[in-house]
Every structure is written in structure tokens, then in C-alpha cells.
Nanobody, 123 residues
């Protein structure tokens, strides 16, 4: 499975941005939980959000709860991360990942990892 993330850019604090991650594979996209992670300069990678294969369950890290929404379109093999009320501390490279279970993705256990897309939030 190859994961292609896109949608990053430079925005101002308070703005919104939507990231996309498209999976290209012969495997069934809906069989995988999908997640977003981020890594800020000089910091360790952290979990942001994850969604189950069916899209019925989602988890978020507390710092983005209520501001970010993860969703997926299994017909398009794509997972999204809608980000609102962005803050400078959201600045990071955002990565998408695929895994067998949403609970495992939350702790970073993944099967596939995509390249990152940079989000920069200016104050």
C-alpha cells in the first residue's frame, strides 16, 4: 500500500486546512484503520487522529479534540483530516498511516506509512 498525503501549506492562526491521504493498492482500503501523525521541528512524532475501517469510530489526541475531524471515503481510498482554528503549535509535518486496528494505530503500530505534508501556521 502506498499512501500519498497532500493539502499542507502556510496558513494563519485561526484558519482551516484539509489534508488528504490517498491509498493506492490492490488491497481493500476499508480493511485498514487509518491515522494521522505529526512531527514538529525538534519534537518527537505524535499521534493526532485515527479512524476505523468503516469510519464509525474515531479517536483524537486531546490537543486537537474539537478542532480536527478525521473522515474517510472508502470509495475513493482516501482519508481526510479537516483542521479548524489552527494554532502555531499545530505547525508540523503531518503523516498518514494505515494499520490493522485503530487501537494499535493510536500507539504508533502501523503497517504502512506515507510521506509527510508540511503544515505551517503563522501567528
Amino acid at each position: 500500500v502506498q499512501l500519498q498525503a497532500s493539502g499542507g501549506g502556510l496558513v494563519q492562526a485561526g484558519d482551516s486546512l484539509r489534508l488528504s491521504c490517498e491509498a493506492s493498492s490492490g488491497r481493500t482500503f476499508a480493511n485498514y484503520a487509518m491515522g494521522w501523525f505529526r512531527q514538529a521541528p525538534g519534537k518527537e512524532r505524535e499521534f493526532v487522529a485515527a479512524i476505523s475501517g468503516s469510519g464509525s469510530t474515531a479517536y483524537y489526541t486531546s490537543s486537537v479534540e474539537g478542532r480536527f475531524t478525521i473522515s474517510r471515503d472508502n470509495g475513493k481510498n482516501t482519508v481526510y483530516l479537516q483542521m479548524k482554528s489552527l494554532k502555531p503549535e499545530d505547525t508540523a509535518v503531518y503523516y498518514c498511516a494505515a494499520g490493522q486496528r485503530i487501537a494499535l494505530l493510536q500507539v504508533g503500530v502501523h503497517d504502512y506509512w506515507g510521506q509527510g505534508t508540511l503544515v505551517t501556521v503563522s501567528s
